[in-house]
């Protein structure tokens, strides 16, 4: 199984991949995790895209097309794989379309997580995240047992350095400007399904797997 993840920062796109991959046994790509490991780890990479991540812009796509190639030619992936956040605008797209092609493979399944704009405010203001384990949580709707520490590894949480809210401003700005135009490129190919995100992480879930579920 072959899944493209789209939805504006916030929409939950993480949150479901978790899940999702972890029921269909596929690996889980994000090229914005892809990015974070490499700031942490202060590789060459890592220090180009910090430079477009803390200002919400996008990292070139020359750059976060051979990850994603290199990534996807992994044995791990022969069985499937999702997309988190790739791609991401419509050069992006026909990137992914070209290298697929080349492999004779096809996406079996897009997914558009939608979600109020108010509410991917407030989602990416109160979020914070484990810099050990990559866990998520929510200041008020997923708090983590003790305040501030991981429930899993008992790390201090973090907030991700571009969950300001001018950063998170200019990534809701991207957003609609260079990855919205994407929901009408994968329409024409009749793979796009919307997902109302707005419900809580369970119910969207379940519509997912109603969606999916039966391809297992
Ligand atoms: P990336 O890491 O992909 O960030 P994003 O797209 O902005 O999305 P987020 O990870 O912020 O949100 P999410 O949809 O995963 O939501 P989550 O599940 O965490 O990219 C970061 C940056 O890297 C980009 O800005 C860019 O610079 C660069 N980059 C990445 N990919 C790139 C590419 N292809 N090309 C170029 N540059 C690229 O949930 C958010 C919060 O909401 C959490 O607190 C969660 O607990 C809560 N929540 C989730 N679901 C629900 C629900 N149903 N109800 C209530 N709360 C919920
Ligand atoms: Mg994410």
Not at 25 to 50: C, M, Q, V, W
Not at 95 to 116: G, Q, R, T
Not at 142 to 171: A, F, H, M, W, Y
Request: proline share 5%.
């Amino acid at each position: 199984m072959r899944i493209i993840l789209l939805g504006p920062p916030g929409a939950g796109k993480g949150t479901q991949a978790e899940r999702i991959t972890n029921d269909f046994k596929i690996p889980h790509i994000s090229t914005g995790d892809i990015f974070r490991y490499n700031i942490k780890n202060n590789t060459e990479l890592g220090k180009l895209a910090k430079q477009y991540i803390d200002k919400g812009l996008l990292v070139p796509d020359a750059v976060t097309n051979k990850i994603v190639e290199d990534r996807l030619s992994k044995d791990d992936c022969k069985n499937g794989f999702l997309l988190d956040g790739y791609p991401r605008n419509v050069s992006q797209a026909e990137s992914l379309e070209k290298f697929l092609a080349n492999e004779n493979l096809k996406i079996d399944h897009v997914l558009n997580i939608i979600v109020d704009r108010d509410s991917l405010v407030e989602r990416l203001s109160g979020r914070r995240v484990c810099p050990s384990c990559g866990a998520t949580y929510h200041v008020v709707t997923k708090p983590p047992k003790i305040e501030g520490i991981c429930d899993k590894c008992g790390e201090k949480l973090i907030q991700r350095t571009d969950d300001n809210i001018e950063s998170v401003l200019k990534r809701l700005e991207v957003y609609e400007d260079e990855t919205k135009p994407l929901i009408e490129y994968y329409s024409k190919t009749n793979l796009i399904r919307n997902i109302d995100g707005n419900k809580p992480v369970n119910e969207v879930y379940n519509d997912i797997q109603a969606l999916i579920g039966d391809d297992k």
